[in-house]
Protein backbone atom coordinates (compact mmCIF):
# COMPACT_ATOMS: atom_id res chain seq x y z
CA UNK A 1 0.00 0.00 0.00
CA UNK A 2 1.33 3.34 -1.06
CA UNK A 3 1.40 6.47 1.21
CA UNK A 4 -0.63 9.06 1.14
CA UNK A 5 0.43 13.04 0.66
CA UNK A 6 3.62 13.85 0.88
CA UNK A 7 6.43 11.37 -0.20
CA UNK A 8 3.92 9.62 -2.66
CA UNK A 9 5.10 10.43 -6.22
CA UNK A 10 8.61 9.33 -4.79
CA UNK A 11 7.22 5.87 -3.39
CA UNK A 12 5.19 5.35 -6.65
CA UNK A 13 7.96 5.55 -8.79
CA UNK A 14 9.63 2.38 -6.09
CA UNK A 15 7.04 0.45 -5.95
CA UNK A 16 5.76 0.73 -9.65
CA UNK A 17 8.73 0.71 -11.46
CA UNK A 18 6.90 -0.70 -14.20
CA UNK A 19 6.64 1.16 -17.56
CA UNK A 20 3.17 1.90 -18.10
CA UNK A 21 2.34 2.62 -13.61
CA UNK A 22 5.63 4.66 -13.97
CA UNK A 23 4.65 6.68 -17.04
CA UNK A 24 0.75 7.14 -16.21
CA UNK A 25 1.97 8.19 -12.65
CA UNK A 26 3.87 11.06 -13.86
CA UNK A 27 0.85 12.55 -15.85
CA UNK A 28 -0.98 13.02 -13.34
CA UNK A 29 -1.27 16.57 -12.19
CA UNK A 30 0.44 17.03 -8.44
CA UNK A 31 -3.16 18.59 -7.35
CA UNK A 32 -4.91 15.11 -8.69
CA UNK A 33 -1.84 13.38 -6.72
CA UNK A 34 -3.08 15.14 -3.30
CA UNK A 35 -6.74 15.43 -2.91
CA UNK A 36 -6.98 12.71 -0.66
CA UNK A 37 -5.93 14.60 2.12
CA UNK A 38 -7.57 17.23 3.88
CA UNK A 39 -7.16 20.85 3.64
CA UNK A 40 -5.64 23.52 6.39
CA UNK A 41 -6.59 26.45 7.12
CA UNK A 42 -3.98 28.39 9.41
CA UNK A 43 -5.39 31.38 10.98
CA UNK A 44 -2.56 33.96 12.61
CA UNK A 45 -4.69 36.35 14.99
CA UNK A 46 -1.55 38.65 15.27
CA UNK A 47 -0.05 39.55 18.71
CA UNK A 48 -3.17 38.10 20.08
CA UNK A 49 -1.83 36.34 23.28
CA UNK A 50 -1.53 38.56 26.52
CA UNK A 51 -0.50 38.62 30.11
CA UNK A 52 -2.74 38.98 33.39
CA UNK A 53 -3.82 42.33 33.18
CA UNK A 54 -4.23 44.61 36.60
CA UNK A 55 -7.21 46.10 35.27
CA UNK A 56 -8.80 42.97 34.66
CA UNK A 57 -8.16 41.81 37.65
CA UNK A 58 -5.16 39.76 36.33
CA UNK A 59 -7.08 37.74 33.52
CA UNK A 60 -6.11 38.21 30.33
CA UNK A 61 -8.25 40.09 27.32
CA UNK A 62 -9.03 36.41 26.12
CA UNK A 63 -10.63 35.05 29.19
CA UNK A 64 -12.27 38.26 29.64
CA UNK A 65 -13.85 38.43 25.95
CA UNK A 66 -17.14 37.20 24.69
CA UNK A 67 -16.28 34.91 22.09
CA UNK A 68 -18.30 31.74 21.74
CA UNK A 69 -17.53 30.60 18.45
CA UNK A 70 -13.12 30.53 19.03
CA UNK A 71 -13.99 28.49 22.23
CA UNK A 72 -16.58 25.80 20.25
CA UNK A 73 -12.91 25.07 18.20
CA UNK A 74 -11.18 25.02 21.82
CA UNK A 75 -14.34 22.55 22.59
CA UNK A 76 -14.26 20.36 20.28
CA UNK A 77 -10.36 20.48 18.87
CA UNK A 78 -7.20 19.76 20.78
CA UNK A 79 -5.35 22.60 22.26
CA UNK A 80 -1.79 23.41 23.61
CA UNK A 81 0.51 26.22 24.40
CA UNK A 82 3.55 27.02 21.46
CA UNK A 83 6.84 28.81 22.02
CA UNK A 84 6.66 30.54 18.46
CA UNK A 85 10.58 30.22 17.95
CA UNK A 86 11.49 28.65 21.57
CA UNK A 87 10.38 29.58 25.25
CA UNK A 88 11.60 33.20 26.00
CA UNK A 89 12.61 34.42 22.84
CA UNK A 90 10.74 37.46 22.11
CA UNK A 91 9.25 37.10 18.15
CA UNK A 92 8.97 39.68 15.31
CA UNK A 93 6.02 38.90 13.13
CA UNK A 94 8.44 38.00 10.19
CA UNK A 95 10.82 35.38 12.03
CA UNK A 96 7.14 33.71 13.65
CA UNK A 97 5.64 33.29 10.58
CA UNK A 98 8.58 31.86 9.12
CA UNK A 99 8.82 29.47 12.06
CA UNK A 100 4.61 28.52 11.49
CA UNK A 101 5.16 27.74 8.42
CA UNK A 102 7.83 25.34 9.46
CA UNK A 103 10.76 27.44 7.75
CA UNK A 104 14.21 27.40 10.96
CA UNK A 105 14.30 31.25 10.96
CA UNK A 106 17.77 30.93 12.54
CA UNK A 107 18.96 29.54 9.16
CA UNK A 108 16.67 31.58 6.97
CA UNK A 109 16.17 34.95 8.15
CA UNK A 110 19.21 37.60 8.03
CA UNK A 111 17.07 40.89 8.43
CA UNK A 112 14.02 42.52 7.23
CA UNK A 113 14.63 43.71 3.65
CA UNK A 114 14.34 40.74 1.67
CA UNK A 115 10.69 40.32 3.11
CA UNK A 116 9.80 43.78 2.87
CA UNK A 117 11.22 43.61 -1.03
CA UNK A 118 8.89 40.52 -1.48
CA UNK A 119 5.96 42.66 0.37
CA UNK A 120 5.81 45.08 -2.58
CA UNK A 121 6.28 42.49 -4.69
CA UNK A 122 10.43 42.45 -5.20
CA UNK A 123 11.23 38.64 -5.12
CA UNK A 124 14.88 38.27 -5.74
CA UNK A 125 16.79 34.94 -6.00
CA UNK A 126 18.57 33.24 -2.97
CA UNK A 127 21.79 35.31 -2.53
CA UNK A 128 20.40 38.86 -3.39
CA UNK A 129 20.43 41.40 -0.79
CA UNK A 130 17.90 43.91 -0.21
CA UNK A 131 17.24 46.52 2.28
CA UNK A 132 14.60 48.92 3.31
CA UNK A 133 14.38 52.20 2.74
CA UNK A 134 13.23 55.67 3.60
CA UNK A 135 13.53 58.89 1.20
CA UNK A 136 15.42 61.40 2.94
CA UNK A 137 16.24 64.85 2.88
CA UNK A 138 19.76 65.96 3.70
CA UNK A 139 21.82 69.12 2.94
CA UNK A 140 25.00 69.11 0.86
CA UNK A 141 27.44 67.99 3.51
CA UNK A 142 24.93 64.49 3.96
CA UNK A 143 23.08 65.76 7.36
CA UNK A 144 19.88 64.40 7.57
CA UNK A 145 17.03 67.15 7.96
CA UNK A 146 14.21 64.96 7.70
CA UNK A 147 13.85 61.16 8.07
CA UNK A 148 10.88 60.61 5.95
CA UNK A 149 11.41 64.12 3.10
CA UNK A 150 8.41 65.62 4.61
CA UNK A 151 6.09 62.45 4.49
CA UNK A 152 6.41 62.48 0.84
CA UNK A 153 4.50 59.67 -1.00
CA UNK A 154 3.47 58.59 -4.14
CA UNK A 155 3.16 59.13 -6.93
CA UNK A 156 6.31 61.20 -6.20
CA UNK A 157 8.17 58.51 -4.63
CA UNK A 158 7.45 56.40 -7.40
CA UNK A 159 9.18 58.91 -10.00
CA UNK A 160 12.00 58.91 -7.87
CA UNK A 161 12.47 55.16 -7.29
CA UNK A 162 12.31 54.72 -11.15
CA UNK A 163 15.29 57.16 -11.29
CA UNK A 164 17.58 55.24 -8.81
CA UNK A 165 16.10 51.55 -10.55
CA UNK A 166 18.52 49.69 -13.08
CA UNK A 167 21.80 51.63 -11.80
CA UNK A 168 25.06 49.25 -12.45
CA UNK A 169 27.71 49.46 -9.43
CA UNK A 170 30.55 48.00 -11.17
CA UNK A 171 29.42 44.25 -11.50
CA UNK A 172 26.17 44.77 -9.26
CA UNK A 173 23.48 45.90 -10.37
CA UNK A 174 20.72 47.60 -8.58
CA UNK A 175 16.73 47.18 -7.75
CA UNK A 176 14.67 49.96 -6.06
CA UNK A 177 11.10 49.96 -5.72
CA UNK A 178 8.68 52.19 -3.94
CA UNK A 179 6.80 51.29 -0.85
CA UNK A 180 4.29 52.83 0.90
CA UNK A 181 4.60 56.32 1.89
CA UNK A 182 7.93 57.79 2.44
CA UNK A 183 9.59 54.07 2.12
CA UNK A 184 11.15 52.04 -0.58
CA UNK A 185 12.85 49.19 -1.06
CA UNK A 186 16.98 48.44 -2.35
CA UNK A 187 17.95 45.15 -4.12
CA UNK A 188 21.75 44.54 -5.07
CA UNK A 189 21.76 41.13 -7.18
CA UNK A 190 25.20 40.22 -7.70
CA UNK A 191 27.97 37.53 -7.14
CA UNK A 192 28.88 37.01 -3.59
CA UNK A 193 27.08 39.60 -1.92
CA UNK A 194 26.22 39.79 2.24
CA UNK A 195 23.50 41.04 4.29
CA UNK A 196 26.05 41.46 6.98
CA UNK A 197 26.55 45.02 6.90
CA UNK A 198 25.54 48.28 9.07
CA UNK A 199 22.89 51.00 8.08
CA UNK A 200 23.54 53.91 6.21
CA UNK A 201 20.33 55.26 7.77
CA UNK A 202 21.92 56.94 11.28
CA UNK A 203 17.95 56.36 12.84
CA UNK A 204 18.24 59.94 13.64
CA UNK A 205 18.81 63.36 12.73
CA UNK A 206 22.34 63.48 12.15
CA UNK A 207 24.63 63.06 9.32
CA UNK A 208 24.55 59.94 7.07
CA UNK A 209 26.14 56.60 8.16
CA UNK A 210 28.72 55.20 6.19
CA UNK A 211 27.93 51.50 5.46
CA UNK A 212 30.64 49.06 7.11
CA UNK A 213 30.84 45.54 6.63
CA UNK A 214 29.92 43.10 10.00
CA UNK A 215 31.35 39.97 8.60
CA UNK A 216 33.81 38.71 6.77
CA UNK A 217 33.56 38.80 2.76
CA UNK A 218 30.75 41.98 3.55
CA UNK A 219 33.22 44.88 2.10
CA UNK A 220 32.30 44.63 -1.35
CA UNK A 221 28.52 44.87 -0.27
CA UNK A 222 29.20 47.64 2.35
CA UNK A 223 31.36 49.92 -0.23
CA UNK A 224 28.30 48.98 -3.07
CA UNK A 225 26.08 50.54 -0.54
CA UNK A 226 27.94 53.80 0.17
CA UNK A 227 28.54 54.30 -3.25
CA UNK A 228 24.81 54.08 -4.21
CA UNK A 229 24.05 56.16 -1.09
CA UNK A 230 26.41 58.71 -2.75
CA UNK A 231 24.52 58.08 -6.09
CA UNK A 232 21.05 58.28 -4.96
CA UNK A 233 21.81 61.73 -3.87
CA UNK A 234 23.05 62.83 -7.40
CA UNK A 235 20.42 61.70 -9.00
CA UNK A 236 17.39 62.85 -7.07
CA UNK A 237 19.08 65.86 -5.50
CA UNK A 238 18.45 67.96 -9.07
CA UNK A 239 15.20 65.48 -10.39
CA UNK A 240 12.22 67.34 -11.46
CA UNK A 241 10.03 65.93 -8.68
CA UNK A 242 12.42 67.70 -6.36
CA UNK A 243 12.70 71.08 -8.29
CA UNK A 244 8.77 70.65 -8.28
CA UNK A 245 8.53 69.91 -4.50
CA UNK A 246 10.96 72.98 -3.63
CA UNK A 247 9.00 75.55 -5.77
CA UNK A 248 5.48 74.09 -3.57
CA UNK A 249 7.59 74.51 -0.32
CA UNK A 250 7.79 71.34 0.02
CA UNK A 251 11.15 69.42 1.38
CA UNK A 252 12.80 67.43 -1.16
CA UNK A 253 13.87 63.28 -1.39
CA UNK A 254 17.10 64.01 -2.41
CA UNK A 255 18.42 60.84 -0.52
CA UNK A 256 17.75 57.07 0.02
CA UNK A 257 18.87 55.23 3.17
CA UNK A 258 19.23 51.83 2.90
CA UNK A 259 18.43 49.51 6.62
CA UNK A 260 17.59 46.48 7.75
CA UNK A 261 19.90 44.15 5.10
CA UNK A 262 19.23 40.65 4.59
CA UNK A 263 19.62 38.06 2.08
CA UNK A 264 16.96 36.05 -0.01
CA UNK A 265 17.59 32.73 1.51
CA UNK A 266 17.71 29.57 -0.37
CA UNK A 267 14.52 27.73 0.55
CA UNK A 268 12.01 24.85 -0.88
CA UNK A 269 8.96 26.54 -2.10
CA UNK A 270 6.21 25.41 0.66
CA UNK A 271 4.04 23.95 -1.97
CA UNK A 272 6.88 21.77 -3.05
CA UNK A 273 7.99 20.74 0.65
CA UNK A 274 4.78 19.72 1.87
CA UNK A 275 3.12 18.91 -1.92
CA UNK A 276 0.23 21.37 -1.13
CA UNK A 277 -0.74 24.37 -3.03
CA UNK A 278 -0.57 27.03 -0.74
CA UNK A 279 -2.23 30.68 -0.36
CA UNK A 280 -1.54 33.69 1.99
CA UNK A 281 -3.90 36.37 3.34
CA UNK A 282 -2.51 39.29 4.73
CA UNK A 283 -2.99 43.11 4.83
CA UNK A 284 0.56 44.03 5.78
CA UNK A 285 2.86 43.97 3.31
CA UNK A 286 5.90 42.43 5.70
CA UNK A 287 3.49 39.13 5.81
CA UNK A 288 2.51 39.56 2.52
CA UNK A 289 6.10 38.96 1.84
CA UNK A 290 6.64 36.20 3.93
CA UNK A 291 4.60 34.50 2.23
CA UNK A 292 5.67 34.83 -1.28
CA UNK A 293 9.58 34.23 -0.29
CA UNK A 294 8.43 31.20 0.88
CA UNK A 295 6.06 30.34 -2.11
CA UNK A 296 2.55 31.10 -1.04
CA UNK A 297 0.73 32.86 -3.70
CA UNK A 298 -0.60 36.09 -2.18
CA UNK A 299 -4.30 36.68 -2.08
CA UNK A 300 -5.12 40.77 -1.77
CA UNK A 301 -9.23 40.75 -1.34
CA UNK A 302 -10.16 44.54 -1.68
CA UNK A 303 -10.54 45.97 2.35
CA UNK A 304 -7.77 44.32 3.89
CA UNK A 305 -5.83 46.44 5.00
CA UNK A 306 -3.77 45.25 8.02
CA UNK A 307 -4.70 48.36 10.08
CA UNK A 308 -7.76 48.37 12.34
CA UNK A 309 -10.28 49.67 9.42
CA UNK A 310 -9.46 45.87 8.15
CA UNK A 311 -13.05 43.94 6.65
CA UNK A 312 -12.58 41.13 9.00
CA UNK A 313 -15.26 39.38 6.94
CA UNK A 314 -14.49 40.09 3.48
CA UNK A 315 -11.24 38.52 4.46
CA UNK A 316 -12.49 35.81 5.96
CA UNK A 317 -14.93 34.63 2.74
CA UNK A 318 -11.22 35.23 0.84
CA UNK A 319 -9.89 33.20 2.79
CA UNK A 320 -12.51 30.36 2.63
CA UNK A 321 -13.41 30.75 -0.85
CA UNK A 322 -9.20 30.33 -1.72
CA UNK A 323 -9.53 27.10 0.56
CA UNK A 324 -11.84 25.90 -2.45
CA UNK A 325 -9.09 25.96 -4.61
CA UNK A 326 -5.94 25.25 -2.40
CA UNK A 327 -5.05 23.03 0.06
CA UNK A 328 -3.52 24.99 2.33
CA UNK A 329 -4.16 28.98 3.65
CA UNK A 330 -2.55 30.94 6.17
CA UNK A 331 -4.51 33.83 7.10
CA UNK A 332 -3.47 36.99 9.25
CA UNK A 333 -5.22 39.35 11.15
CA UNK A 334 -3.20 42.39 12.14
CA UNK A 335 -5.96 44.23 14.48
CA UNK A 336 -4.94 42.39 17.72
CA UNK A 337 -1.69 43.14 17.31
CA UNK A 338 -2.50 46.72 16.69
CA UNK A 339 -4.89 47.05 19.65
CA UNK A 340 -1.62 45.78 21.96
CA UNK A 341 0.57 47.89 20.89
CA UNK A 342 -1.70 50.28 21.97
CA UNK A 343 -1.84 49.06 25.10
CA UNK A 344 -5.68 49.84 25.70
CA UNK A 345 -7.26 46.18 26.86
CA UNK A 346 -11.06 47.11 26.49
CA UNK A 347 -9.97 47.64 22.64
CA UNK A 348 -7.95 44.60 23.08
CA UNK A 349 -11.30 42.99 23.81
CA UNK A 350 -13.17 44.36 21.80
CA UNK A 351 -11.31 43.46 18.73
CA UNK A 352 -11.24 39.67 20.12
CA UNK A 353 -15.02 39.57 19.49
CA UNK A 354 -14.65 40.86 16.41
CA UNK A 355 -12.72 37.86 16.04
CA UNK A 356 -14.92 35.50 17.23
CA UNK A 357 -17.21 37.11 14.43
CA UNK A 358 -14.69 35.70 11.86
CA UNK A 359 -14.17 32.19 13.86
CA UNK A 360 -18.14 32.08 13.19
CA UNK A 361 -17.82 32.05 9.53
CA UNK A 362 -15.05 29.82 9.58
CA UNK A 363 -17.32 27.43 11.72
CA UNK A 364 -20.37 27.59 9.31
CA UNK A 365 -18.67 27.84 5.91
CA UNK A 366 -15.13 25.62 5.82
CA UNK A 367 -15.04 22.85 3.46
CA UNK A 368 -15.96 19.77 5.07
CA UNK A 369 -12.53 18.02 6.95
CA UNK A 370 -10.65 21.05 7.24
CA UNK A 371 -8.41 21.09 9.47
CA UNK A 372 -8.44 24.55 11.18
CA UNK A 373 -5.41 26.19 13.25
CA UNK A 374 -6.11 28.82 15.94
CA UNK A 375 -2.77 30.58 17.09
CA UNK A 376 -1.13 33.68 17.72
CA UNK A 377 2.30 34.28 16.14
CA UNK A 378 3.26 36.36 19.24
CA UNK A 379 1.70 37.95 22.75
CA UNK A 380 1.77 41.32 22.88
CA UNK A 381 0.63 42.33 26.05
CA UNK A 382 -1.45 45.58 26.40
CA UNK A 383 0.84 46.66 29.59
CA UNK A 384 3.93 46.06 28.00
CA UNK A 385 2.94 46.92 24.43
CA UNK A 386 5.38 45.16 22.85
CA UNK A 387 5.72 41.62 21.73
CA UNK A 388 6.79 39.12 24.53
CA UNK A 389 8.11 36.30 24.59
CA UNK A 390 5.53 34.01 26.17
CA UNK A 391 3.95 30.89 24.51
CA UNK A 392 0.79 31.83 22.89
CA UNK A 393 -2.58 29.87 22.72
CA UNK A 394 -3.09 26.99 20.15
CA UNK A 395 -6.40 25.00 19.14
CA UNK A 396 -6.18 22.21 16.44
CA UNK A 397 -9.62 21.57 15.06
CA UNK A 398 -10.98 18.84 12.70
CA UNK A 399 -13.42 16.70 12.50
CA UNK A 400 -11.78 13.88 14.68
CA UNK A 401 -9.98 15.89 17.11
CA UNK A 402 -9.90 14.21 20.44
CA UNK A 403 -11.73 16.35 22.42
CA UNK A 404 -9.32 17.43 25.52
CA UNK A 405 -11.67 19.31 27.48
CA UNK A 406 -10.52 22.80 27.01
CA UNK A 407 -13.43 24.80 27.20
CA UNK A 408 -11.99 28.07 26.27
CA UNK A 409 -9.68 29.59 24.11
CA UNK A 410 -7.60 31.63 26.05
CA UNK A 411 -3.95 31.12 27.35
CA UNK A 412 -4.81 29.36 30.70
CA UNK A 413 -6.94 26.81 29.15
CA UNK A 414 -5.20 25.73 26.11
CA UNK A 415 -2.07 25.05 28.38
CA UNK A 416 -4.18 22.05 30.07
CA UNK A 417 -4.30 21.14 26.60
CA UNK A 418 -3.49 17.28 25.18
CA UNK A 419 -1.30 19.34 22.87
CA UNK A 420 0.46 20.29 25.85
CA UNK A 421 3.40 22.55 24.93
CA UNK A 422 4.92 22.71 21.44
CA UNK A 423 6.80 25.16 19.46
CA UNK A 424 6.47 26.55 16.48
CA UNK A 425 8.54 24.57 14.47
CA UNK A 426 6.65 21.62 15.03
CA UNK A 427 3.11 23.41 14.36
CA UNK A 428 3.13 22.45 10.14
CA UNK A 429 4.29 18.30 10.83
CA UNK A 430 1.28 18.34 13.86
CA UNK A 431 -1.18 19.98 10.89
CA UNK A 432 0.26 17.69 7.95
CA UNK A 433 -0.21 14.50 9.89
CA UNK A 434 -4.14 15.51 11.42
CA UNK A 435 -4.79 16.26 7.30
CA UNK A 436 -3.20 12.99 7.00
CA UNK A 437 -0.85 14.28 4.29
CA UNK A 438 2.38 13.32 6.85
CA UNK A 439 4.83 10.68 5.10
CA UNK A 440 5.52 7.76 7.49
CA UNK A 441 8.50 7.20 9.22
CA UNK A 442 10.06 3.91 8.74
CA UNK A 443 7.84 0.88 7.74
ZN1 LIG B 1 2.97 39.63 14.80
ZN1 LIG C 1 3.51 43.92 16.75
Redesign the pocket.
Known sequence: QRTRGAGRWRDSSYTHPSAPFFIFSFIIPPSDMMEHGKKILMI?M??LGDRAVKSLDYRTPLQCARKPNLDWFASNGTSGIMDVIAPGIR???DT??LALLGYDPYKVYTGRGPFEAAGVGLVGKAGDVAFRCNFATVDSRFNVLDRRAGRIKEPDTTELAKALDGMNIGDIKVVVREATEHRAVLMLQGRDLSPRVSDADPHALTTVQTSRPLGPDAARTSEAVNEFVRRSYEVLNDHPVNERRASEGLLPANILLPRGAGVFPDIQPFPERYEMSASGVAGVSL?RGICRVCGLEVIEPPGCTGGMDTDMEAKTCAALKELDRKDFVLM?V?AS?VTSHDGDPSRKIETIERLDGMARIIRKDMPEGTVVALM???C?PVELGD?SGDPVPLTIYTENSIKDGTMSYDEVSCARGALGRIRGMDLMPILLDKADRAEKFGA
Open positions: VDGPGSSHINKDADHTH
